[in-house]
């Protein structure tokens, strides 16, 4: 009988790394519907407005309620150009250009935090505090963003909610 429970504990002591191949935090790979977008937006040459306090982002039926992309190219919510006093930073990339890699081709796993302060693969980020309601129902555990620098706005960065489809500013903390 020994022999038999010495033979079950080999085995399930061999099986516990199948086990533990899960995903950061025990979930799944969250899926992926919306289709990345090849690059980030061009340069805004429009008017600038003055920011909205309850801008409404949902351009049609169905769309969210926030900054996104239609389709993989359509910014949604990309449009208030240069002059914008919300994105004015006065020392830009105060903690340095991001090197890591931009657009579809560089898909970055989130590995925990929140928004003032996230991260994945050793890089930290803090999303723009005015646009906190937009990442509500990221998963800061396991979602999936790309970065695309903003060509507007310089010391911003803009994360691509892969599984969501939305977008907001963040800052490269380093």
Excluded: C
């Excluded at 533990?20 to 519907?33: L, S, V, Y």
């Excluded at 991260?119 to 980020?125: H, I, K, R, S």
């Excluded at 803090?126 to 706005?153: F, K, Q, T």
């Amino acid at each position: 009988m020994k022999w038999i429970n010495l033979a079950l504990a080999s085995v399930l002591v061999a099986a516990a790394p199948a086990f533990a191949q899960q995903h950061e935090g025990g979930k799944p790979p969250a899926p992926q519907h919306q289709p990345v977008p090849q690059h980030g937006p061009g340069e805004y040459h429009g008017t600038p407005h003055p920011p909205e306090q309850n801008r409404n982002y949902s351009d049609k039926p169905g769309h969210p309620n926030a900054p996104h992309v239609d389709n993989g190219k359509v910014w949604v919510g990309h449009d208030t150009g240069r002059a914008d006093p919300q994105y004015h930073v006065d020392h830009p990339y105060e903690h340095g250009h991001f090197t890591g890699g931009f657009g579809p081709s560089h898909r970055w796993r989130l590995g925990g935090g929140g928004p003032s302060r996230f991260g994945f693969n050793g890089w930290y980020w803090s999303v723009a505090p005015w646009e906190i309601g937009y990442v509500n129902g990221w998963l800061w555990d396991s979602d999936d963003v790309v970065i695309y620098d903003d060509p507007d706005h310089p010391g911003w960065y803009l994360a691509y909610n892969v599984r969501l489809g939305t977008y907001v500013h963040v800052q490269y903390l380093g």
